[in-house]
């Protein structure tokens, strides 16, 4: 029980400080891709403790309860993400059946959190934020979905048992080949980054908030303490994506040797600065293209892959 | 105490409202985001929404229209929150001053409805941007005697 707690605070407090350190890089590497110099590198955590120390305000036509409600709960499920997704990169042996599936329900709650805490604020702007942030995840959930049923076809055992666990999937990928040894496992990841930045709510996927144009939407009345938190989930959320990626899809982390920490840490700032490039190099979409380009573009892309990786799986040819 | 405000010094985040400016106020104001002058090197950056904001950046004559909606906005940022005035007309209208078209200057109209706003003016016709960073570290050293 003791273990249980120290795992999770440690978990979730080594990834707020890496999400905000990644959230630092973000901003740098956007500066550096506009000849800008950008902030110093501990500005993200500057801001987190800026905002604990302003007023809370809350507008007179919110409802209070799911107003401040939804950002603890958001932060909470991302917290306990972090920790089964550490503890079974860390210790694969020790993670229990079916984690896949419970991370991936967790992961989705703290976007139903702002759309509750947008509805319930009673502002029009975050009425349309709230109402593009449902359909941003009806587009990007089965893709995403499909994508990771890929890399559980693709990881499954010679008897052809299917596997929901994480330590599992990683294990049979470090014995034999990352599931994106192949033409379905390509296909699968490229799917999976779109789906990621959908999910961390980057450009070109930001219309939920939209700045310019609907004021932060679903974020436009939230501020000091509940801002803070906000702005805690999204970064740990943008730790923990990668993470998942390269746990799936690209063999995790090999700890039996030094090499196998510095792959690991190559392969995670790779997805993590692809996020930030994709965001510097496209302009928003509009909701509408978004869905389409989810629905019909990305989720056959994705069945394909599905497809060629059962075929492969079934046939016995590894480069499917 | 000491500890947020010097984060809040480090992390200005500002809003950007227009009263009724020749849109040249509003260049410059974009211009400290460009490469040249970068404001984010000090934390600052500018937000969608004034619920977000700590400095209040005002161009503009403050017209009768936008009067009561300066004032709304003001109430709406969480405190502690620095008006910025920046331009002429924002100080004390400019050429504009006795229109027919005119409210309350910037500051009178911020003051009726908190007397004791942390109100920076920033001259100029338009003010350089160099101008507007000088006001931006006033505001800072300001903020330590918060
Ligand atoms: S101060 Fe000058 S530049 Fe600025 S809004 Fe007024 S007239 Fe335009």
Redesign the pocket.
Known sequence: MAMGVLTFLLAAVGTLVLGLLLRWVDRKVTARVQWRVGPPWYQPFVDILKLTGKEKLMPASARGTGFLLAPVVGLAAVSVSTAILWHAVLWPQTAFMGDLIVLIYLLMLPALMTMLGAASSGNPHAAIGASREMKLLLSYELPMVLAILVAIVRTAGTNGTLTFRLGDLMAVQQATAPAVAGISGVLALLVAILCMQAKLGQVPFDMAEAECEIQAGVYVEYSGPSLAMILMTRAMLGALMPLLLVAVFWDGLYTGAWWGYLTFAGKYLLLVVLVTLIRNTNPRLRIDQVMRFFWYRLTPVAVAALILAIVGAAKGITWL | MAVKTWALRKSLWVYHANT???????I?VLELLTPRYDIERFGMVLVGSPRHADVLAV???CTRQAMPRLQELYLQTAKPCVVLA??????DQ???TEAYHMGAKVDETIRAVDPNAIIMYVP????KPEAMIGAAVKAIELLKTL
């Not at chain 2, 009724?20 to 509003?26: E, L, Q, S, V």
């Not at chain 2, 920046?86 to 100080?91: D, T, Y």
């Not at chain 2, 100029?124 to 003010?127: A, L, S, V």
């Open positions: 009724g400016a020749c849109n040249n106020c509003d410059e161009t503009g004559v920046i331009g002429s007309c924002a100080l400019g050429i504009f100029g016709c338009p003010p």
